[in-house]
């Protein structure tokens, strides 16, 4: 089992509404040599899958900054100091980006978005039975358009390419499980 | 379909071995205010399943400085400026975490890591009837220890918690597919 690595130094050297950057020298426990390491430190996330009662998921094409792409994607975001729980957090998002509210939220995982240099979970859940309650209110930077589609064509979304968001593919794999699509192995079961 | 948003600027703020971070100022076209941004920038990333012909998975343990945690993760890390491809480095990845090697390699698909602020995509590949060709060759930073596991027993070391990667899950969902795992939604087929 790979050892604990000491830790000689740590320094915030960027601070930003999204994540921190911090500078770490850490020493090998295999080489004894010192590293300098960079860490994005940000607060856990949560994403959520919103299934009607008749099998539609409701999600959202926005464009998203990193890429520069438009994305289709369950709703998410972070999980703010003001949140109860991630759960809270999920059925906050879902409403502020769709409008959609369900009683039934429950929990499919919490995953690392990169262990290598990212410190937060994020945390994913389904609400079964949603309904439209209100009109999504979308913050300044947000800019959303809200879309259903069958639940059955997530998988082919995924593999062609139409769903490119790592995390969504995690909160769907969470969901429906590994072994039934088109795919170069053969199935499990 | 959300409209591209103008940029004002784009500056540098920060560049170390693993990434950049750019801020741009954009202007929103549902609000006409201008947004701070905040963006990593990182070359594509890669990953790969290393499977025996008697379908077992090489797999690496290793401590990541995000989270501090030991991870269970496929071989993977940059595309260097100097792999002639996405595929090659996730070879050259293999080959010096691992020590194995194979003739059959393919891809299974593109993924963003998270297209809400980091730019890249990661290459997932799977070989098939990989052999031990080498000894480990690791980077200073490095500390691996490699081990193998069944393929069967994937989806539970994944819904269990034990692999936590979400890029490891992704490459996983690319090859076994959606819809096998035992799983709080239906089955698909």
Redesign the interface.
């Known amino acids: ?5 000491e830790r000689r130094s740590r320094r915030r ?2 601070e ?4 921190a ?1 911090d500078h ?1 020298r ?1 020493v ?4 004894g ?1 010192e ?6 430190d940000a607060v856990d996330w949560c994403n959520i899958i919103p ?1 009607t009662d008749d099998d539609q998921v409701v999600m959202v ?7 520069g ?3 289709l994607e369950v709703p998410g975001g972070m999980v703010d100091p003001e949140d109860p729980s991630p759960l809270e957090a999920a059925r906050r998002e879902m409403l502020e980006e769709t409008g959609y509210a369900a009683d039934d939220v ?1 929990s ?12 937060n979970r ?1 945390h994913s859940f ?1 609400a079964r039975g949603v309904r439209k309650v209100a009109a999504p209110r ?1 913050e ?2 947000e ?3 809200v879309v259903t589609v069958p ?2 064509s ?2 082919e979304r ?2 062609s ?1 139409e769903i ?4 969504v ?2 909160a ?14 053969p ?3």
Chains 1, 2 share one sequence.
């Open positions: 089992m790979p050892s604990p690595w050297i960027l930003t509404r999204i994540f950057i770490h850490l090998s426990p295999r080489t040599n590293h300098d390491i960079w860490v994005v299934l094409r926005q464009r998203r900054h990193g890429t792409e438009v994305t429950v499919l995982g919490a995953i690392s978005p990169n262990p290598a240099f990212i410190t994020c389904l979308l300044g930077g800019d959303i358009e639940l059955a997530i998988p995924i593999t390419g490119t968001h790592a995390l593919v995690v769907f794999t969470f969901a429906l499980g590994l072994g039934g699509m088109p795919a170069p192995l199935r499990l079961r």
